[in-house]
Each structure stands twice: as structure tokens, then as C-alpha cells.
């Protein structure tokens, strides 16, 4: 039997949740998914709050990941701990609030989401995420596991894919706020693609306003991040499932605009 989730990139700023609040739920019915993960680290520009996390998950996302703004809002923190339904990465240090993995129970189908940083081009002291993620993947296995990757490097990432292929669902990468154009299903049966994109303004440089990003480029002080107005987009991928072996048929890039 056919099982369809939805991963959203990094939701950025008011307005791009906003945007995903009206277009969320529509979408989630149009396309017959089972199950929705967002990335939600930047509705406050860097970091989240507890109410944007909980706004998140009554807009319809079922798991929320996070990344290197995670403790940006040190608020977060309780919320990380209390609520099974928000992920840090699950590399950080064992000294920080929350967990990245934690598992799903949908009645006939179980569903794992781990969450993992990258260590190429975010120095965080992360533990090694390819190690991190075999020590999750000993556990008992679920019907499906997915994995958000959020890190700099699409070769770390691709690597991550090839490394995972035929041992979890799917992996896909956040960060970058760039979709791209490779999305695929891995020799093995795993869905993979390297960046979902991101859930904020079009007319913008990662969700931010691009005078302010381009004054950081000219050498000047921009400031503090600003997110950039106008109309936005809602960027991810559907991935089609199959609960007999656990594995990917298809992969579907989505823009809704």
C-alpha cells in the first residue's frame, strides 16, 4: 500500500507562515498525505518561539525539525522537552534540551523522523551525524524512517543519501533555503533530495530583504536580520512510500506560490 509524506523547507519569518497556514492544509489534501514534517528554525528570522512552534503544528504539521538556530529563542527550550512533536538535531551535544529522534504512532503505520546536523561549514561541535545516525537506525524500525539533514554542503548531504540509501524512507536537506532539481529514488529504495527550498518571500536572499544581504557582501554592517516582505512560496517534496518494504517509489518537488 501506497503511503504519501510531505517534507516543507525552512519556514521563514510571520509571513512565510502565514502563507503556509493558508496553503498547508489545501495541499496536504490535494496530494493524499499521510504525514507532514516542517522545518520551522527561522519564523523568527533565526530561532522560533514555543507559540510559532505550536502555530506550526495546528497549521498541520505533524513533526517540526529544527537546526542551527534551534536555541535561538531560548524560550524553545522547554518546549523541546515537553512536546513529542518538535526536533533539535539529534548530534548536538547529549547536554542540550529535546531530542532529534522520536517516532510516530499513526495506528497502522509507525513513522521515525531523525533530525541531524551537518559539521561541514557549521561549526557546532556536533557530533559526527553519520555515526549519530546508525547508533538511531539500531533501534526498533518502524514502518518508515525519514531523516532531516539540515546542513551547508551538498556534498555532505549527498553523501548522507548514498550513506542511508536502503536503510530509512527518505532524507532530504534543509538549510540552504535553495531547492534543487535532484530529486530521485536511490538504488537502494531511498527518496532523496538535497535541499527542499524554503516556506518565506520570493523576492528575497534566503527569506531575508536583499539590500540587507547584499550590504553583508559590500563589507558593510547590516544589522540584525530583517525578512523580507511581499509574496511567498511554500517549498518541499512529496515522497511516496510503499508500507510493505518501508521504501520509495517517487519523488515530487512542490512550489506553491
Not at 533565526?46 to 535561538?72: E, I, W
Not at 563589507?219 to 525578512?227: A, D, E, I, S, T
Amino acid at each position: 500500500m501506497q503511503y504519501r509524506i510531505l517534507a516543507i523547507g525552512d519556514v521563514v519569518g510571520e509571513n512565510g507562515l502565514a502563507h503556509l497556514r493558508r496553503h498547508l492544509r489545501p495541499l496536504q489534501k490535494l496530494k493524499g498525505i499521510g504525514f507532514t514534517v516542517v522545518n520551522g528554525e527561522n519564523i523568527s528570522g533565526v530561532g522560533l518561539t514555543p507559540q510559532q512552534a505550536r502555530d506550526l503544528y495546528d497549521a498541520g504539521a505533524d513533526m517540526v525539525t529544527l537546526g542551527n538556530h534551534a536555541f535561538h529563542r531560548p524560550q524553545i527550550t522547554r518546549l523541546l522537552d515537553e512536546a513529542p512533536w518538535i526536533l533539535r538535531p539529534a548530534n548536538f551535544t547529549g547536554r542540550a534540551p529535546g531530542r532529534g529522534y522520536a517516532v510516530w504512532d499513526g495506528g497502522g503505520v509507525q513513522i521515525a523522523v531523525m533530525n541531524l546536523i551537518g559539521r561541514c561549514g557549521l561549526d557546532f561541535n556536533a557530533d559526527n551525524p553519520f555515526f549519530t545516525a546508525d547508533r538511531l537506525l539500531r533501534q526498533d524500525r518502524p514502518t518508515f524512517t525519514l531523516v532531516d539533514f539540515h546542513a551547508e554542503a551538498t556534498s555532505e548531504k549527498l553523501a548522507m543519501g548514498y550513506y542511508l540509501d536502503g536503510r530509512v524512507s527518505a532524507v532530504w536537506g534543509t538549510h540552504t533555503h535553495v531547492p534543487t532539481a535532484d530529486e530521485q529514488v536511490l538504488e537502494g529504495g531511498t527518496g532523496y533530495l538535497t535541499d527542499l527550498g524554503m516556506t518565506g518571500p520570493i523576492r528575497s536572499v534566503l527569506g531575508i530583504r536583499p539590500e540587507q544581504s547584499i550590504e553583508t557582501f559590500l563589507g558593510g554592517l547590516p544589522g540584525r536580520y530583517q525578512v523580507a516582505d511581499g509574496p511567498c512560496c511554500m517549498q518541499g517534496a512529496v515522497f511516496t512510500l510503499e508500507t510493505e518494504t518501508g521504501l520509495c517509489t517517487a519523488v515530487e518537488r512542490i512550489d506553491i506560490r
